[in-house]
């Protein structure tokens, strides 16, 4: 048996076809394009948002999978099966997933998926799904959850080499908007000789760290690798700029004490509870603290270099 439908000609069952498809006494369906622009983000502690681009005409909705696994850190997603469907053949552009996390979920990945799919006029069930070519590919998303450091990165505005110097950026990524509390005019960069740390803060004076950071500071790094010529604590000051709700970036902008301080090896960044940093409430549910758990989930190693 053949239905005529619209968009062409298909014989028999409701399989997915494409451009590709071929079966003797079948007439291969128009593919339908994959859907573009599909992204997601955490709301608070409670939601995950979900969006994407309007498609072509030729489909009718979009069908959204989800892993059926639990969050998991390092990202999952490579290995996903989507065997969840939150929706089938919506009309909407948006979807709001009530995926939960737990403190010790923050940082953790849950993988999702979009289709574009076709469902004749008069039925209930999907004809017709996007699929996989050499030309296009369905999207996948993979939203970290909760309210964390995604990122962050060094970036060479000076003499380059490593060398940390007037004009070298700092940017901190987070997963989701943040309340952007005002960074202190005072905070700048400084490198203890003696702990090895680097830290975000205001220091003790014009030429020493203060150990442990104090009040308004906005983390520090460990692990970092590199030297310091003379053997002293290194004292910069920085502006701070929120770029947007979800990047925050520092700027050297003088050196007040210490000699060279050169980087070889980035560490690890170790976010702070001390400013305040904290999600906006846009699930209604609840604003959540910025996550400052010991665990690599929450403390990214910077990427870049100066």
């Known amino acids: ?89 919506t009309a909407a552009l948006t979807l709001t997933d009530a995926q939960t996390a737990t403190a010790a979920q923050q940082g953790m990945y849950v993988c999702y998926k979009a289709l574009r799919v076709y469902v004749p006029p008069g039925s209930a069930a ?29 970036t060479n505005g000076g003499t380059g080499g490593g060398k940390v110097d007037v004009g070298d950026l700092v940017d901190i990524y987070f ?6 509390p005002a960074v202190g005019a005072t905070i700048g960069i400084c490198g203890s000789s003696t702990t090895g740390i680097v830290y975000l803060e205001k220091p003790m004076n014009a030429t020493t ?30 502006s701070w ?7 925050l970036q520092a700027k050297v902008t003088g050196q007040t004490g210490g000699g060279v301080a050169t980087v070889t090896g980035n560490g690890t960044y170790v976010p702070t ?5 904290k999600s906006t409430n846009a699930s209604g549910g609840g604003a959540v603290n910025l996550c400052v758990a010991v665990a690599a989930r929450c403390q990214p190693a910077p990427t870049g270099s100066f």
């Open 1 to 89: 048996m053949v239905l005529t439908l619209a968009t062409g000609l298909i014989g028999g069952t409701a399989a997915a076809f494409n451009s590709a498809t071929t079966n003797p006494g079948f007439v291969a369906a128009p593919a339908l394009k994959v859907v573009t622009g599909f992204s997601g983000t955490a709301q608070d502690n409670t939601n995950v948002k979900l969006t994407w681009n309007a498609g072509t005409a030729e489909g009718t909705g979009y069908t959204i999978l989800k892993d059926a696994g639990a969050p998991a850190y390092p990202d999952p997603c490579g290995a996903a099966t989507y065997g969840s469907t939150l929706v089938t053949n």
């Open 126 to 154: 999907v004809l017709w799904t996007s699929q996989n070519s050499g030309s296009q590919t369905n999207p996948t998303f993979d939203v970290q959850l909760g309210m964390v450091v995604k990122s962050v990165t060094f």
């Open 175 to 180: 997963s989701q908007a943040t309340n952007q």
């Open 209 to 238: 760290c203060q150990t442990p950071a104090g009040a308004g500071n906005v983390g520090s790094f460990t692990g970092m690798t590199g030297s310091l010529v003379p053997v002293a604590d290194v004292v910069y000051t920085a």
């Open 241 to 247: 700029t929120w770029v947007s709700a979800t990047h």
């Open 273 to 277: 509870a001390s400013l305040g940093i």
